[in-house]
């Protein structure tokens, strides 16, 4: 054997071992980044038709590198060609302690999520109650103050001591994400769920809820009543609000607990359920000088004044248009 050959298979050793080493540790890698755990943006994962698969895990999964995003494509042609198998879209119920396996095997089946339940901000008791039994058998009323409203979502075995589980926590969390802001130094949780239910009741959209919650805390400030026709109506028709007639000068004088035109303060519960949107605009805790609004019908929308000279007169001026 001449110089040259053994030089040769000299560097075919180390280039075999070099190469046995990449595919190991490339291999290693893979096993690794597939079994890892990954921190979901927020469950559950929602994937439209015709999205691509980087498009869903860089919308889904914080810190995921373009390359991981390269061996999840490899994968995916791979265990598509194998397995026949494409990634679904829809709703998919994937736990933070997941891994990127698990998730890839997860969207590769139909949605997991079986029931979607949105409850409405500013619905009542009864209206929510009949979305209940479209999925419960054995349910209770909800008190207000006892959940958020927003859109949940469940598997088909859960049953309603789950779900209601679910939003309590739910409520708890929110919370406690605001537990530093300094309304809290002024209100409890209550009095803050009871200010976002009159604003569901009153507010026409969240340009007109940072209004009115300003124009709440500035009558609260001034120990002013609140006059708000909302807890009267729900005064009259006990939380029903099927009064189907416009409100008399008459019932404003009801004595009840919770008519904001007898009593100072705010009422004593909520008057309807309350959406994370709203309690959102209330930590905001929006400035305005109103202390007055009324509803314009013409304009369809809330007038606001600073002193009740101001709004007297233009409540005069609507009246004669």
């Known amino acids: 054997m001449d110089l040259e050959e053994q030089i040769l298979r000299y560097y075919l ?106 409850i409405v901000e500013g619905w009542s008791q009864k209206q929510l109650n009949l979305e209940l039994s479209k999925y419960f058998t054995d349910y209770q009323t909800i008190p207000y103050q006892d959940i958020i409203a927003d859109t949940y979502y469940l598997r088909k075995d859960n049953d309603f001591d789950f779900f209601l589980n679910k939003l309590q926590n739910f409520k708890i969390n929110y919370f406690k994400k605001n537990k530093n802001n300094k309304l809290n130094d002024k209100f409890n949780i209550n009095q803050l769920m009871i200010i976002g239910s009159l604003l569901e009741k009153e507010g026409l959209d969240e340009e007109d809820k940072k209004q009115i919650s300003s124009v709440i805390f500035n009558r609260l400030d001034k120990k002013m009543k609140l006059q708000i026709d909302a807890t009267v109506l729900f005064a009259i028709t006990n939380g029903k609000y099927d009064l189907n007639r416009k409100l008399l000068l008459s019932d404003l004088k009801i004595n009840h607990p919770f008519n904001t035109y007898i009593y100072k303060g705010l009422p004593p519960e909520p008057i309807s359920y309350v959406g994370k949107n709203t309690l959102d605009i209330i930590f905001e805790n929006n400035k305005n000088d109103f202390l007055f609004y009324f509803f314009d019908y013409s304009l369809n929308k809330h007038i606001f004044s600073k002193s009740f000279k101001e709004h007297k007169e233009k409540l005069n001026e609507y009246r004669k248009k």
């Open 13 to 118: 050793k180390v280039f075999s071992l070099i190469f046995i080493t990449f595919i190991f540790l490339f291999f290693f890698y893979v096993v690794y980044l597939f079994n890892k755990n990954i921190e979901i943006k927020q469950n559950p994962v929602s994937i439209n038709k015709g999205d691509r698969i980087d498009k869903v895990l860089q919308n889904n999964i914080y810190d995921i590198s373009i390359l991981e995003i390269g061996f999840v494509k490899i994968y995916l042609k791979i265990n598509s060609f194998i397995n026949k198998s494409i990634f679904h879209y829809g709703d998919f119920d994937i736990k933070n302690d997941s891994s990127l396996f698990d998730f890839l095997h997860i969207i590769s089946k139909p949605s997991n999520v079986l029931y979607k339940i949105t």
